[in-house]
């Protein structure tokens, strides 16, 4: 069953979108992760849908962050495992490439790219805290591709193991709740602020109602008329409370053509 508004993390995918949405808690948890500075944030938004054709498989992405320099971040929160996350970082790289790269470009114009995931769990089975993976030849076993792409699993459960203190009292935050630093005290404040919103708890409630239908009606119809239905009434609902064309398309999955026109 899903959690109610008020019982939630920053380990729930909801409310980590919320608070990686704030520019500076986003540019900080990057840092961390990278061990570096990274360029100064030019656009970050939440839960990008992307779709590569009719007939292939869509995704949802957290948090798309790009920097001056040209740099893009996909930030993943990843509760439970389902074992499938090196496959399932691949397509996103993928998918993130088409979305970056328009057509006529040369391939030299793709930027470089990190698959970030943030865990619940130990995915490697390693025991550290962080697993950095690039393309690297198997003859010499150290000539890199350059390729320009990293991924990178971050395993909460090793935040004893993490050596920078910051991204120790970061993980625990996430895995245990408990603040033990400065910045995870500033994060639980936007929480509790967030919290105290009624637009996200609306937000909310109209996220956990499409999934639940959608789940319905993906059992018993494929998607089909029901979903779709419901996929209309959620997004006339929402704009009936005057939420921005962006924000509606996002939580119902509709086009803006659709959302206008209803």
Do not use: W
Not at 5 to 29: G, H, P, S, Y
Not at 106 to 128: A, P, Q, R, T, W
Not at 240 to 257: A, Q
């Amino acid at each position: 069953m899903r959690k109610s508004f008020d019982e939630l993390t920053i380990a729930d995918d909801f409310m980590f979108c919320k608070v990686m949405q704030d520019e500076e808690v986003c540019k900080t948890f990057l840092e961390m992760t990278l061990a570096g500075q990274i360029g100064k944030i030019t656009e970050l938004s939440s839960q990008n849908a992307i779709f590569t054709g009719a007939e292939a498989k869509s995704i949802r992405l957290d948090i798309l962050v790009k920097d001056e320099n040209g740099k893009t971040y996909d930030i993943e929160m990843q509760a439970v495992n389902e074992h499938n996350l090196p496959k399932r970082m691949r397509y996103y790289q993928a998918a993130i490439d088409i979305l970056f790269l328009d057509k006529g470009e040369h391939y030299s114009e793709l930027n470089d790219s990190y698959i970030i995931f943030l865990c619940l769990f130990d995915s490697v089975g390693k025991n550290m805290p962080l697993y950095t993976f690039e393309n690297i030849c198997l003859e010499d076993k150290q000539t890199l591709l350059q390729d320009g792409t990293k991924k990178i699993i971050i395993n909460a459960n090793a935040f004893r193991k993490a050596k920078d203190k910051n991204l120790s009292g970061f993980l625990e935050y996430v895995k245990t709740g408990k603040v033990t630093t400065e910045f995870t005290g500033r994060i639980e404040k936007m929480i509790e602020k967030v919290k105290n919103t009624e637009q996200a708890r609306s937000e909310y409630r109209f996220i956990s109602g499409f999934e639940m239908d959608a789940r319905y009606y993906g059992r018993r119809e494929g998607f089909s008329e029901g979903a779709h239905q419901t996929k209309l009434e959620t997004a006339k609902l929402m704009k009936g409370m005057n939420y921005p064309i962006n924000d509606i398309c996002t939580i119902s999955g509709l086009s803006v053509e659709e959302i206008e026109a209803l």
